[in-house]
């Protein structure tokens, strides 16, 4: 039976559902542990501590969240032709947008490249084998931009807020460094966990980001490649200098301690209902996505992956729907 309600203001007006098959859990990697552990699914210690009467005990509910951390670096630039006049003149964005809606044309802004790093660039530490999304992806995404426009929370007498600040009537050019391990696999986990009892409180979230040194080593390795693409002769008399705290992150240490200040997510997470491997005794669902421990509860969102893609999640989720839908129809085929 599932319980439902619109808003904290409208709790009184909640009502429930009984499947008659089985219920299906698709809140994705913050929402479904959230849902899990306030139904008393999870680690019962955690559950006991916000006064949640634990009903099945599987201690990796909301563990292993794993995301991509985004770092985003800026360089001055000797010119203004940048695509921050889109930002500027909501006219052009509007007919730009327009264009996109009827002509089908793509978003030929941002082009990636992505890498592999040898031992020597990381620094010689070595990461789990098992955090791995597979033994050939690469360790970094590399994303040059000419504006700050997807990534801009709004704009404060003339700077626009951003994780590291720009001035918006200045030509930059960015380049987003995304490195994990084997490239948007990091090493690094968080969890999501319990406020308190209340299903209108947000969880408590740890992204984890760059907690491992594996990853803070990989970032700061690719933070040297940027630079080292920025010195090809191209790039003269265009790009001039760093911006912000990167003009003076000259060492490694300055470099750890520029990518912990500025590192964000980006929006990938994954694995706080991980799927178990066979045979173990951790993990969330079994290969069909069912709850362990419970009967008629599956869950299909990107909270299930035991990795994190060595790529954007979004193309990744879709095929892994359409796979669970499959299983789905053919458990109820007859």
């Avoid at 990534?151 to 404060?156: A, H, I």
């Avoid at 594996?214 to 265009?238: C, E, H, N």
């Avoid at 705290?245 to 912990?260: E, G, I, K, V």
């Avoid at 500025?262 to 045979?279: E, L, Q």
């Amino acid at each position: 039976m599932s319980e439902y309600f619109n808003s904290p203001r409208l709790f009184q007006d909640r009502f429930c559902r009984e499947s008659t098959k089985e219920v299906i859990l698709s809140a994705g990697s913050i929402g479904t542990p959230q849902i899990l552990q306030l139904s008393g699914i999870g680690d019962a210690a955690l559950l006991r501590a916000v006064n949640v009467e634990p009903l099945v005990n599987l201690t990796d509910v909301g563990k292993n969240l794993i995301d991509h951390p985004l770092l985003a670096n800026h360089w001055f630039v000797n010119s203004t032709s940048t695509m921050d006049a889109i930002g500027r003149n909501a006219t052009l964005a509007e007919q730009l947008f327009q264009e996109w809606n009827t002509t089908e044309l793509a978003n030929s802004a941002t082009a990636a490249w992505i890498s592999h790093l040898d031992e020597t660039t990381i620094g010689h530490i070595s990461a789990p084998r098992r955090s791995f999304s597979g033994p050939t992806s690469a360790h970094i995404e590399i994303i040059p931009m000419v504006y700050w426009l997807h990534f801009c929370f709004g704009e404060l007498n003339g700077v626009c807020r951003m994780a590291s600040s720009i001035l918006c009537n200045g030509a930059v050019y960015r380049i987003l460094p995304q490195p994990g391990n084997r490239c948007c696999s990091p090493v690094s986990r968080g969890a999501v966990t319990l406020a308190s009892n209340d299903p209108f409180d947000s969880p408590i979230i740890d992204p984890g980001l760059l907690a491992d040194p594996f990853d803070q080593s990989t970032m700061v390795a690719a933070i040297k490649t940027v630079r080292k693409l920025l010195t090809a002769p191209v790039w003269d008399g265009y790009v001039l200098e760093p911006y912000g705290d990167l003009a003076n992150a000259t060492t490694d240490a300055a470099l750890a301690a520029y990518a912990q200040k500025y590192t964000s997510s980006i929006w990938h997470p994954v694995g706080t209902a991980r799927m178990a491997a066979k045979g173990s005794d951790e993990g969330v669902v079994d290969a069909s996505l069912k709850v362990l421990k419970t009967e008629g509860l599956r869950i299909v969102d990107a909270s299930v992956f035991p990795f994190i893609p060595a790529a954007h999640t979004q193309a990744a989720v879709y095929a892994f729907a359409e796979r669970a839908a499959d299983m789905i129809k053919a458990a109820w085929a007859d």
